[in-house]
């Protein structure tokens, strides 16, 4: 026995050596062929995996060697299975592996067995973090402090991050943090190597710089492509780098290109949020929602206390059809955000979806009533309100909507019209002319204005001659309004005018195929009708 501790004793100065002097590789030959000389040592299985991890953690190289680590970890444990040291090993492996809810696990497992361990508590406390849940990783953060303040470093600095999240929280409480954080950092070798790793981008910041320059010169073109393929060879293992090739592809139109350089970056990053949202932004350009829903549910798991990720994923849903699961993320958008301003957005979104997809008239006006209570000045709620009052068939309400719309913008063409249809909804035919009148006088080129002011003089006045105008102009300012030049038809066949009517009829009938505002069958009906 004491030859083999020993042998073991110069076998682990030699891998000691090896790793000083920056050659990984050779320092895990020397491991594995110790191992293969000792199966059951567990300290040289603890130092192979520390081996792993420390070249699955360099920027220099790509491949992935965490589970190399967590297999030479398990291979320790089995011989060591008390040991909260290498439960917590473990734990880091499926950390930067991506794999969260099994770290939390072995993190858990670590201070079963040894409750004091600081460390443990803090990388519960970084899961809790990447998820978004602030409250639950400050309290491990705090757990990680009282259980070893010298140790604590990056324990402290979280805590300085979250409170600054609040700024309801005093500067000196804030600020408090940060000092501590920079004070315990020399006792803390977690937080010093965190620091190390950091340091070793900076090799890459003259090329960054260089990159820079040029594209702000130049702006993006095949030189910055070739440059930072030459810089991501130099650091394979950097998921930014991706990220931003990924970027200057999308800029140079080559979507196909961008979205393999986001999902690489994802390869080496499983938590990368800005890979994961640019890519969602591209399969959205690209129109490809099926990809652009589960980019974004990945997004949510990832950290699901962010409105704007549950804001486009009820985008995306509500672009598929599918409103209902778009309502319910839509709320969650609501509960989450605290900005009013963008609350009010979402929340009229909401109200939009109720009334043209849902149909539920009631949760419409509640939606768009949280919306009023938001921003009491955005004219766009009133005049939604008041249409959903309208088709409701509740006209005095829509009227003192839309009127109260007016105190706000006067002058305000839309809020007319609406106006003139519900006093021609009610028979008030008069004021319905003066509103549409004023909708014109407002806005000259608004024709569902004109059309709906050329009804009333056709149908309710007989004024056919003034109609006539009314539609010609409805016509001239939206040559695409099948429903402009039907009306218009209508009112030429009453002059005699068959042939000129049919054409007119056939126009709206071609128009209509595409933006299917009438019943074609209605269209087809009035073209028998003129020649029977």
Request: aromatic share 14%.
């Amino acid at each position: 026995m004491e030859k083999v501790s020993t042998k073991t004793k110069t076998i682990n100065k030699q891998i000691d050596k090896f790793r000083k002097s920056g050659n990984i590789q050779k320092a895990i030959e020397a491991c594995q062929y110790a191992i293969a000389e000792d199966e059951n040592n567990a300290e040289l299985h603890i130092k192979l995996g520390d081996l792993y991890m420390e070249r699955h953690l360099d920027i220099h190289q790509i491949q992935q060697y965490a589970d190399e680590a967590i297999t030479e970890y398990q291979r320790a444990l089995e011989s060591c299975v008390d040991s909260a040291e290498i439960y917590f090993k473990i734990g880091m492996a499926f950390y930067y592996k991506r794999e969260l809810d099994k770290s939390l696990n072995y993190f858990k497992l670590a201070l079963e067995h040894n409750p004091k361990l600081a460390q443990a508590h803090y990388m519960i406390a970084e899961i809790f973090m990447k998820k978004g849940d602030f409250l639950e990783a400050s309290e491990s953060a705090r757990k990680a402090i009282e259980t070893s303040i010298l140790q604590s470093s990056r324990a402290y600095f979280m805590i300085f991050e979250i409170l600054k999240l609040n700024k309801k929280n005093k500067w000196y409480s804030i600020y408090c943090n940060l000092l501590m954080s920079f004070i315990t950092l020399p006792f803390d070798k977690y937080a010093i190597k965190e620091v190390i790793r950091k340091l070793s981008y900076i090799q890459l910041f003259p090329r960054l710089i260089k990159i820079s320059l040029l594209l702000f010169l130049n702006g993006f073109n095949q030189q910055i492509l070739d440059l930072y393929r030459d810089t991501i060879d130099k650091a394979p293992g950097c998921a930014e780098l991706y990220v931003n090739l990924g970027r200057i592809y999308y800029e140079l139109k080559r979507y196909e290109d961008a979205i393999c350089e986001y999902k690489m970056a994802i390869w080496l990053d499983s938590l990368n949020l800005k890979a994961y949202y640019y890519l969602c932004q591209l399969y959205e350009e690209t129109k490809d929602f099926d990809n652009a829903i589960d980019t974004c549910l990945k997004l949510i798991e990832l950290q699901p206390h962010i409105a704007d990720f549950h804001c486009k994923l009820a985008q995306y849903l509500y672009l598929k059809g599918d409103a209902q699961n778009a309502v319910e993320h839509y709320q969650t958008a609501i509960t989450l955000n605290p900005n009013p301003q963008w609350t009010s957005v979402v929340a009229q979104t909401l109200g939009f979806i109720f009334q043209e997809n849902i149909k539920n008239l009631d949760a419409a006006i509640s939606s768009y009533y949280i919306a009023y209570n938001l921003s009491p000045n955005d004219t766009d709620i009133y005049l939604n309100l008041g249409n959903v009052f309208f088709e409701k068939g509740s006209y005095d309400n829509a009227l003192i909507v839309y009127k109260k719309a007016l105190d706000f913008s006067p002058y305000n063409a839309r809020i007319h019209c609406n106006l003139g249809y519900l006093y021609w909804g009610k028979g008030e035919i008069d004021e319905a002319v003066k509103e549409y009148e004023k909708a014109i006088k407002y806005d000259n080129t608004y024709d569902i204005a004109y059309n709906n002011l050329g009804v009333i003089y056709l149908d309710d006045l007989g004024r056919v001659k003034k109609a006539i105008e009314l539609f010609q102009a409805a016509k001239r300012y939206n040559p695409n309004y099948a429903l402009a030049n039907y009306n218009l038809a209508r009112s030429i066949a009453l002059t005699g005018d068959k042939v000129e009517a049919a054409k007119l009829y056939q126009i709206a009938l071609d128009i209509n195929t595409y933006t299917q505002e009438m019943d074609p069958e209605e269209i087809k009906e009035k073209i028998q009708d003129l020649f029977t």
